[in-house]
């Protein structure tokens, strides 16, 4: 008789997801990413890639675990892996969102495994790569919220959870003997926490046998400076804490500083955090400045969301196809008109074009670096930025580090595993996943590549 097996070959330790569920010969894995590893990662951009070896050469760098039946037989030269053509399972792949450490290694899973995302992150991931962002690798099969896709006996129906990454998802898993949830990366303190408290809130109605939850709050130092305050926060509330920012608050405290404010307010955003983008825009209308998007920016935007954005052209020999439907939709604004007028406008600033900022030398300006690019302190790009906005005499403002920003805050999380009562609770995304409260659940700590069976939700190794 079938039974249903699970397999965590990553992100038990940390970042970057990779589950199998199986029951009889279907599979199926969530997540496909690579550890984000700034300071550690070879490949730096300078550093090439390689094709025919890149399967071979990403097992042994640890980017990818040695999943079998996934890859090409071509692609895994002389590696001891299973290839995907002597597969005897039906695997489908399910990505929770389009952020690296869930989706980087997809390029190389072979073309017949089907990919799916949900259909705003498959308009996102079309859109980068038609302005060049991302290869086209392969192709991906949409979902939708609330709509169950089955994989021969596994049913799988994706959930709302506001991440800062359009159709970010949880995974609702059915199998003939048991039930899982699989939180996805979440957070309850965006501007949509209230439907992302009510997702959870209907998923508490099913029986959970096995909740593999996002915890990455659960290590101090991505959340507070000392562990004192860790412990105070981990009891179960729905309340935003004192010394937790939201993404409404940014947004007020950049309001109350603009308001009255004569000089140009600029920002740095994420670009795959479409919501933001769009929410910028509101911002700007409220303070009765124009949001100004640097081209690509724009693109996603009106990709994405059909909002066709106020776009300032770098000043470089650039002219990729995809600025034409820029041309004919968005107004064009130049650096003259803001340099005139620098109180009727906000703009977005990417790392790679920060030179254009030398345009609004003399003028005074207020920064806030919105969790873009440069992600992380410690690394040298995020040096350099700081120093350019020295230069020019302008204010700095970052808002916490970017892992707890983009993830629940310990007391929504205690919530969260309260309120979904499973039997079992697996940490994942977490470097101290033994600081999770697990409130009302059995916490399991399993060990990466072991097959576990999951009997009556408990986690039995085969
Ligand atoms: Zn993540």
């Given at each position: 008789?079938?039974e249903t097996?699970?397999?965590f ?6 970042m ?9 010969s279907d599979?199926?894995i ?9 300071l ?6 300078v ?6 070896n ?6 042994l ?6 999943v079998p039946y ?6 895994l030269?002389?590696?001891d892996?299973?290839p995907y ?5 039906n ?13 980087s ?16 992150g498959l308009?996102?991931?079309?859109a980068?790569e ?14 939708r919220?609330h709509?169950t ?19 970010s998802?949880s995974?609702?898993i ?10 996805g990366?979440?957070?309850?303190h965006g ?27 659960t290590?101090a130092s991505e ?5 004192k ?9 729905r ?11 940014i947004?007020e405290?950049?309001a109350?500083?603009?308001k ?8 740095n955003?994420?670009?795959r ?8 825009i ?6 009765g ?7 690509l920016?724009a693109?996603?935007l009106?990709?994405?969301r ?5 776009v ?9 196809v995809y ?8 107004p ?23 030179l254009s900022?030398?345009?609004?030398d003399g003028i005074?300006?207020k ?8 992600l ?13 906005i020295?230069?020019l ?12 920003f983009s993830h629940?805050?310990?007391n ?40 576990y ?9 085969e």
């Open positions: 008789m079938s097996l699970v397999k070959y990553r992100g038990c330790h940390g970057g997801i990779v589950i199998s569920v199986t029951y009889g599979r199926i969530f997540d496909f990413g690579a550890p984000f590893t700034p550690a990662q070879v490949y730096d951009g550093v090439r890639s390689r094709k025919a890149r399967v071979k050469d990403a097992v760098l640890g980017r990818i675990p040695e996934v890859f090409a037989r071509e692609n030269q002389d590696l892996l299973e053509e002597d597969s005897p399972y695997t489908a792949i399910f990505i929770c969102h389009l952020h690296l450490d869930h989706m290694e997809i390029d190389k899973v072979h073309p017949d495994v089907p990919v799916y995302i949900h259909e705003d308009r996102l991931q079309l980068l038609e302005a060049g962002e991302e290869k086209h690798y392969r192709d991906y099969s949409p979902f919220y709509e896709v089955s994989v021969g006996q596994i049913r799988l129906t994706p959930f709302f959870s506001d991440h800062p990454c359009p159709g998802s995974f609702l059915e199998t003939p003997d048991s039930t899982i949830l699989y939180s990366d979440i957070r309850f501007s949509a926490s209230e439907k992302a408290f009510k997702e959870i809130e209907e998923l508490s109605s099913h029986h959970i046998d096995l909740l593999i939850v996002d915890s990455t709050t290590s959340f507070a400076p000392d562990e305050l860790l412990s105070l926060y981990r009891q179960p509330s309340d935003l804490l004192p010394g937790c920012v939201s993404v409404p608050g947004y405290e950049i109350g500083q603009l009255d404010f004569l000089g140009l307010g600029v920002f955003p994420y670009p955090d479409v919501q933001m983008l769009q929410e910028m509101e911002l700007g209308e409220r303070l400045r124009t949001t100004v998007y640097e081209p920016f693109y996603i009106l990709k994405c059909g909002v066709a954005s106020a300032i052209y770098p000043d470089n020999d650039e002219q990729p600025y034409q439907l820029l041309k004919d939709k968005c064009s604004v130049s650096a003259d008109q803001i340099q005139r007028h620098p109180e009727k406008y906000l703009l977005q600033s990417s790392y790679r074009n920060i900022l030398i345009d609004f005074e300006g920064y806030y670096h919105l969790l873009g690019e440069p992380v302190e410690g690394i040298k790009e995020y040096g350099i930025m700081k120093n350019m020295a230069k005499n302008w204010s700095f403002r970052s808002f916490i580090n970017l892992y707890s629940a805050y310990p929504h999380l205690a919530w969260l595993v309260e309120k979904i009562n499973a039997k079992t609770v697996v940490a994942v995304h977490s470097k101290c996943p033994e600081n999770l409260n697990p409130v009302n659940s059995d916490q399991f700590f399993p060990e990466e590549g072991v097959t069976c999951l009997r009556e939700g408990k986690l039995i190794r």
